[in-house]
């Protein structure tokens, strides 16, 4: 094993998952190992450094793994989830309180674009009172695992919604927007029935992303059920 490889394996065992284990440092790897340093509070570079390998040897125990030697197989681990559990769907109204309610607004910590008026900069979204402060962090974890340029290629600078108080597509029940507890990225590149590979958030790049936001408790439909992935909810089916 190089170490290149050991270096995907420990990200994936940490959580931070970068497709095949193949050696190749692409950009997938970079973000995920851009986002391991931020969540362990070090200096986010995307270079494997001293610190960085010292953090990623560590397993849930905090017993010190060996570096890798040719053909040796990285150790597993067990992890303990510290997210947050959201309401199911059904459960809404009593937990978040009646529709288009108990809102506030939260400064967006990076550049973001109405996505159907892209010269339209914003920088706030109005989200339920219950779910901003957790959005708020998942979002500066997002500016610190993707730079601008690799926030754009995934469009994750185009805004299609937060707070719109409405009923779901062809049913009687409240969107998830309805409580201001979804919020859409990129809709015109990720429909409602877009399905992988031609979603654009479900190429292998975006899976930093997601992770940040399942890190939380939030659900990705598109992770879920191969649909809508625009759309993450701070509510569980």
């Known amino acids: 094993m190089s170490f290149e490889q050991w270096l995907q394996s420990r990200l994936t065992a940490h959580l931070w998952p970068v497709g095949n284990i193949d050696g190749e440092i692409g950009p997938v790897t970079v973000a995920a190992l851009k986002g391991f340093q931020n969540a362990k509070g070090l200096k986010v570079t995307g270079v494997a450094d001293e610190a960085t390998i010292a953090a990623l040897r560590l397993p849930a125990s905090a017993v010190p793994t060996p570096l890798p030697e040719r053909d040796q197989e990285p150790a597993k681990e067990a992890f303990q989830s510290s997210k947050t559990v959201w309401p199911r769907q059904s459960q809404c109204m009593s937990f978040y309180g009646p529709v288009g309610q108990n809102q506030t607004a939260i400064e967006i910590p990076f550049d973001m674009f109405l996505a159907w008026d892209k010269g339209t900069r914003i920088r706030k979204m109005t989200l339920h009172q219950k779910v901003a402060p957790s959005a708020l962090k998942v979002l500066r974890r997002v500016s610190a695992i993707y730079s ?54 479900s190429h292998p790049d975006a899976v930093p992303f997601w992770v940040a936001w399942e890190s939380e408790g939030w659900l990705s439909l598109g992770r879920a059920r191969d649909m809508d992935w625009m759309h993450v909810q701070a509510a569980r089916l």
């Open 148 to 201: 601008a340029t690799e926030r754009k290629a995934l469009g994750l600078d185009l805004f299609g919604g937060s707070l719109n108080v409405r009923r779901m597509r062809g049913g009687s029940s409240y969107s998830m927007h309805s409580w201001g507890i979804a919020i859409d990225f990129d809709p015109e590149r990720n429909g409602l029935y877009t399905k992988k590979p031609n979603a654009r958030l």
